[in-house]
């Protein structure tokens, strides 16, 4: 089978000119973050917001010249409104360190799909596996329902869902209508995950169009009621169906979530460029297993490194949420089903996930509150 690359797509796209200026999209600098993974192909078409409706031809004429290449087995290309009072650098292609401001307004890709009843979606990624992402991402949604938030997790790792165990839930999911799913709840909060639906040794081997009708349906398939925020637990790295989340999902946010060593900071970075370019806002960089604390005698051991994440945040222009340490407490709860915030809230093991959570939620009061994009309604026809 014929391999397709990122220079045969930007081949294919080069032939697509746009009548409005009599250029080519990829000469006129209108296809934006392109992906070539495994035959999958997505990118997207920024447009001027006003003009969204009437890009549709040209969505359409650039998903169909990339559909014809040898080797190609799924499209994902969306339209896209330009930010606001982009600066010369952003321009360029160049991240500024401050484009992620709240006052500044983050537009919907054309064509997002709201959740209804959510007000806000975070999600919670990583460059890498073996980060501890999921333990991260769980112990944050406990620790804003502790902070008085109605949270929902919804775990996207369709390959390697690890939510399951680590919220301590058993079963399957009911339906009220049989076209709908509610979610589990436990310890306080909304929970789905392809993990209730599959057993769990068993390999989910699904191509990239099934994965992303996995997680549309996991999203809008399910009853998720009233809620504050939506914690997304994201598969690692920067693929398929990271690209699928982030443009088809209306995101308030995301958080990244690091190791200190440098090849994890190289990957935290992809991370980090793959919401800058569909243009989601970091909330900021977590550092997870920062350091080891010796049991006997309390002293601290840098074992993988002191303060990457911390200066990569710095770097980047974004916030530091904060450390969390190499604990077996941590990890020993997480496998257990039992998670330190939701077992042990005033521990000091779940004091870091406490405070990156109050930075978390005082990043979604000002996302918010500036007039952030929310999830508007949508009407469901029977």
């Not at 080069?14 to 009599?22: P, R």
């Not at 009843?117 to 329902?145: D, F, H, P, Q, R």
């Not at 991370?271 to 243009?279: L, P, Q, S, V």
């Amino acid at each position: 089978m014929n391999r397709v690359t990122r220079e045969d797509v930007a081949a294919a796209l080069a032939t697509v000119t746009d009548e409005e200026t009599g250029k080519d999209v990829m000469s006129a600098g209108v296809v934006q973050g392109l992906v070539v993974r495994e035959g999958h192909v997505g990118f997207s078409l920024e447009v001027d917001p006003a003009k969204g409706a009437a890009k549709e031809p040209l969505r359409k004429a650039c998903e169909d010249a990339v559909k014809r290449l040898p080797g190609v087995l799924s499209v994902t290309a969306v339209l896209t409104a330009h930010r606001n009072a982009q600066s010369p650098a952003a321009a360029k292609g160049h991240s500024h360190p401050h484009t992620h401001e709240a006052g500044q307004q983050h537009r919907a890709p054309q064509g997002a799909l709201a959740i209804p009843g959510v007000k806000s979606i975070v999600a919670v990624a990583s460059g890498k596996g073996g980060v501890g992402k999921s333990t991260v991402a769980v112990n944050l949604a406990l620790a804003l329902a502790k902070l008085g938030r109605r949270v929902g997790l919804l775990d996207a790792d369709i390959y390697g869902p690890s939510i399951p165990r680590m919220m301590g839930i058993k079963g399957k999911p009911e339906s009220r209508d049989g076209k709908k799913l509610i979610p589990i709840r436990n310890y306080g909060i909304e929970t789905m995950s392809i993990g209730f639906l599959v057993a769990e040794d068993t390999p989910t081997i699904w191509r990239g169009p099934m994965v992303q009708s996995a997680l549309t349906q996991m999203m809008m398939g399910v009853e998720w009621g009233e809620l504050d925020v939506l914690i997304v637990d994201m598969p690692p790295g920067t693929g398929d169906a990271q690209l699928t989340l982030t443009q088809r999902v209306p995101l308030t946010g995301a958080v990244v979530v690091s190791t200190p060593q440098e090849i994890a900071l190289l990957d935290a970075r992809k991370g980090f460029a793959m919401f800058e370019k569909t243009h989601v806002p970091v909330f900021g960089i977590v550092e997870n297993m920062a350091y080891f604390v010796s049991p006997g005698s309390g002293e601290k051991s840098y074992i993988f490194g002191q303060g990457g994440a911390r200066r990569m945040a710095e770097t980047l222009g974004c916030d530091f949420l904060g450390e969390v340490p190499l604990h077996m407490t941590i990890r020993e709860t997480s496998d257990s089903g039992e998670p330190v915030v939701a077992t042990a809230p005033d521990s000091e093991e779940a004091k870091p996930f406490i405070e990156i959570a109050k930075r978390v939620a005082a990043h979604l009061d000002k996302a918010l509150g500036a007039g952030a994009r929310k999830a508007p309604a949508i009407s469901i026809e029977e």
